[in-house]
């Protein structure tokens, strides 16, 4: 039986890579891109006129209309059945985390290779997070299965991660939690080993997946 055919839009507004993409995704078997758009308002116009839903979109974080963070809230709430793969050339921290919040299951540079970014669709269309840079397989599993107690958090360590998928900084964390940021930091850097994760992007997939994140 062959392999169902995953349906991806691709939103970029330099036209070169984002034909460069799309020609490698149609080269991947059972991808096949069935939209195209140089940017978030294109995009959405598109999707809310296609015949077919696309299952994965490819998303540029830097477009003119609208950018990524600002077209990735508009399909979660429109087209929550739809995963999103945000794209950057940057791998800012602060932009993961706001397109994790936002809806996206996964964030690759568009400096990755071709096997990457086949990678990450294939583990987007199961409905999973791409993880590589994220979360650790352990952590992958506890989220799936939504076992955050196996990792025994206490209520502190739950508060400070709601408060990783926010903006603030650590300082204004330890504010917020009237803690020192000395203190604030033992419990990023504890979380970080108890989670195996390598950043806070991975503190915030799992906060965000367990519930802790609910704003």
């Not at 890579?17 to 991808?31: S, T």
């Not at 003119?64 to 929550?80: C, H, Q, V, Y």
């Not at 990450?120 to 352990?138: D, K, P, T, W």
Request: glycine share 6%; with cysteine; hydrophobic share 40%.
């Amino acid at each position: 039986m062959a392999d169902k055919t995953i349906l991806v839009a691709v939103a970029d507004d330099h036209a070169i890579v984002r034909k460069g993409i799309i020609e490698l995704i149609n080269n991947f078997g059972n991808f096949k891109v069935i939209i195209e758009a140089a940017n978030g308002q294109e995009l959405i116009e598109k999707i809310t006129t296609a015949e077919q839903l696309p299952n994965i979109v490819l998303l540029d974080i830097n477009m003119p209309e609208l950018n990524g963070f600002e077209t990735a809230a508009i399909i979660k709430r429109e087209w929550s059945d739809i995963k999103m793969l945000a794209l950057s050339m940057h791998d800012h921290e602060y932009s993961i985390i706001k397109m994790l919040r936002n809806g996206a299951h996964g964030y690759i540079l568009k400096g990755m290779e071709p096997e990457e970014l086949k990678d990450a669709l294939q583990q987007v269309s199961q409905q999973q997070y791409y993880h590589s840079n994220f979360v650790s397989g352990r952590l992958f599993n506890a989220i799936h299965t939504n076992k955050k107690n196996e990792f025994n958090l206490s209520q502190k360590e739950m508060e400070f991660l709601s408060y990783c998928c926010t903006d603030m900084t650590y300082k204004e964390i330890g504010v917020k939690m009237e803690l020192s940021q000395r203190t604030v930091e033992g419990y990023r850097d504890a979380l970080l080993d108890k989670l195996k994760v390598r950043s806070r992007s991975g503190l915030v997939v799992f906060a965000i997946n367990m519930g802790l994140y609910t704003h």
